[in-house]
């Protein structure tokens, strides 16, 4: 049985404990409430872009433009505008992005989407071509993986559940014939770096800052960079894996295809008045909405990782003043036996 110094000591260590994690939740729940707000502010973009893409491409083939309609109209002037009632979307010089009342996304705290100089919305180079390459679909020879994770531990199961679905995607291309040098794991995150290095398979490049700041210049900037080698045959298919924020308490693993693009046909004729032609106009917004799509998942997954973390302290917190309780009975009972037994040496003595 421990002495009561010992317990005293386990205490205060308890103690302490439980002031570390009391604060580790309340910056987590902080940084949760900011991530919640930059990823809400960027769903309804992405979706009304998503939404434009895939009219765009049901309507593609198309002989002549269909009227705008009262869900909104959508055209580009000279120098590439284009606006929606329900969601406006332009593009200009620079090729900056801007949503309507429908789903505003405005550069601010929660989560800014702006281009400049360092990273353009629109790519000027980017052709109908190119458009119709990102939606080829080909027999995977080789394949790149673009996983994320976070940076630190602390999380719960966050960062074991995202490296164990990447390990299951791996185990798949694996089990069809594919070597460990036909799969290139992009790691976002030292935590799912470290573990893909010890699997053998390192990532190109790091990509720490990307999962402690997301930001939309460095996410643009990667995704780029794969596109590019998909475009040229480098990879025949690049995916997605991540944790997705759903709510506090659940953050499942996710695997999306990220290349070859894949949108469902559009029900019904096109509602949007297309100037100067459909493909020039999918030729800047596809690669806009496969930059964007990364630095979405990026928000996604910085939320999900808070929640995480958030939940995780909050548990440890529970369980520290639970054993801190029942120390502190197992104390004041050792102390109790400790009094009763020097008074009855007391009496006992003065008996004799």
Do not use: W
């Not at 924020?245 to 008045?273: A, H, K, M, N």
């Amino acid at each position: 049985m421990p002495s009561l110094k010992e317990i005293k000591g386990r205490i205060n260590s308890v103690r302490s404990t439980l002031k570390i994690t009391s604060a580790m939740k309340m910056v987590a729940s902080a940084k949760l409430h900011h991530a919640q707000g930059a990823i809400a502010n960027m769903l309804p973009y992405e979706r009304k872009l998503h939404d434009v893409l895939v009219h765009l491409m049901a309507g593609r083939d198309a002989a002549g433009a269909a009227a705008a309609g009262s869900a909104g109209a959508f055209a580009t002037g000279s120098a590439g505008a284009a606006t929606s009632s329900v969601g406006a979307f332009a593009t200009g010089s620079a090729g900056a992005a801007a949503s309507g009342s429908a789903g505003a996304f405005a550069t601010g705290s929660a989560g800014a989407f702006a281009t400049g100089s360092a990273g353009a919305a629109a790519s000027g180079s980017a052709t109908a071509s190119d458009s119709s390459a990102l939606m080829e679909q080909r027999e995977v020879h080789r394949v790149a993986i673009i996983a994320f994770a976070s940076n630190s531990s602390l999380c719960g199961a966050f960062n074991s559940n995202a490296v164990r679905a990447v390990k299951a995607v791996i185990s798949e291309y694996r089990s069809a014939g594919l070597a460990p040098s036909d799969i290139t794991v992009y790691s976002i995150g030292r935590k799912m770096a470290d573990a893909m290095r010890r699997l053998g398979y390192p990532s190109p490049e790091d990509y720490f800052k990307l999962s402690d700041k997301p930001s939309y210049a460095p996410a643009a900037e990667l995704a780029q960079k794969v596109m590019d080698l998909y475009l040229d045959g480098t990879y025949d298919r690049v995916e997605l894996v991540y944790n997705h924020f759903v709510s506090t308490s659940s953050q499942p693993s996710v695997r999306e295809t990220y290349l070859p693009l894949s949108l469902p046909d559009g029900e019904g004729e096109c509602d949007y008045i297309v100037e100067p032609s459909r493909e020039e106009l999918l030729g800047r917004l596809m690669p806009l909405s496969t930059r964007l799509k990364v630095y979405t998942v990026l928000l996604d997954t910085s939320a999900a990782e808070h929640a995480a973390r958030t939940v995780a302290m909050q548990i440890a917190t529970d369980n520290g003043n639970e054993l801190l309780s029942d120390l502190t009975l197992e104390y004041n009972k050792g102390r109790q036996q400790k009094i009763t037994s020097e008074i009855l040496d007391i009496v006992g003595g003065s008996l004799q």
